[in-house]
Antibody, heavy 119, light 110 residues
């Protein structure tokens, strides 16, 4: 069974940094694009970032461009999201997600990790 | 970056049929496949429809999707109380090179 297990969430002060990780198992991790999707409390899904299977191509939402960096370590089947200059509006559950057929659809989602930005 | 437009809520009685619309633009829905996701409170979303109208294994045929131009539609027939959830459409925006979701639609089964 495919598993995506996020970690690294927590409470951070405005302007601070945090690094999220997502450990993937039971699928050919390096073949597929991966993504981070977030959901603020009581709000809808917001696409944050995506990365190609090789890691060569990365994409970002305007709301996080220049502050967040997505990366992956295919030797360890792990996806990362480095977040800096965090703002209150970045408070959300962050889901790790597995794309299929390029960037056509997300087939697997992690359970999410909560990031709270507050002083 | 744009958000796809969905109605905030829809409702219908058990056994009935409901449609959820998703409106986009020529650069997102107009150029790419649409997928739909179902999310129950406190849980992660799950894939419901992909490539406009395909169902993953395990999704009943009560759920169907379609796309026309820059809009897509999710149809649920034979509504059950267990279908009460939030539903999101999603696609890729080719101009922005970014993913995009609808704002979500809360389904209430009366």
């Amino acid at each position: 069974e495919v598993q995506l297990l996020e970690s690294g969430g927590g409470l951070v002060q405005p302007g601070g940094s945090l690094r999220l990780s997502c450990a993937a198992s039971e699928f050919s991790f390096s073949i597929y694009a991966m993504s981070w999707v977030r959901q603020a409390p009581g709000r809808g899904l917001e696409w944050v970032s995506a990365i190609s299977g090789s890691g060569e191509s990365t994409y970002y939402a305007d709301s996080v461009k220049g502050r967040f960096t997505i990366s992956r370590d295919n030797s360890k089947n792990t996806l990362f999201l480095q977040m800096s200059s965090l703002r209150a509006e970045d408070t959300a559950i962050y889901y790790c997600a597995n794309y299929r057929d390029g960037y056509n659809y997300i087939i697997y989602w992690g359970q999410g990790t909560l990031v709270t930005v507050s002083s | 970056q744009s958000v796809l437009t969905q109605p905030p809520s829809v409702s219908a009685a058990p056994g009935q049929r409901v449609t959820i619309s998703c409106s986009g633009s020529s650069s997102d829905i107009g150029k790419n496949y649409v997928s739909w996701y179902q999310q129950f409170p406190g849980t992660a979303p799950q894939l419901l429809i992909y490539d406009n109208n395909k169902r993953p294994s395990g999704i009943p045929d009560r759920f169907s999707g379609s796309k026309s131009g820059t809009s897509a539609t999710l149809v649920i027939t034979g509504l059950q109380t267990g279908d009460e959830a939030d539903y999101y459409c999603g696609t890729w925006d080719s101009n922005q090179s970014a993913g995009v979701f609808g704002g979500g639609t809360k389904l209430t089964v009366l």
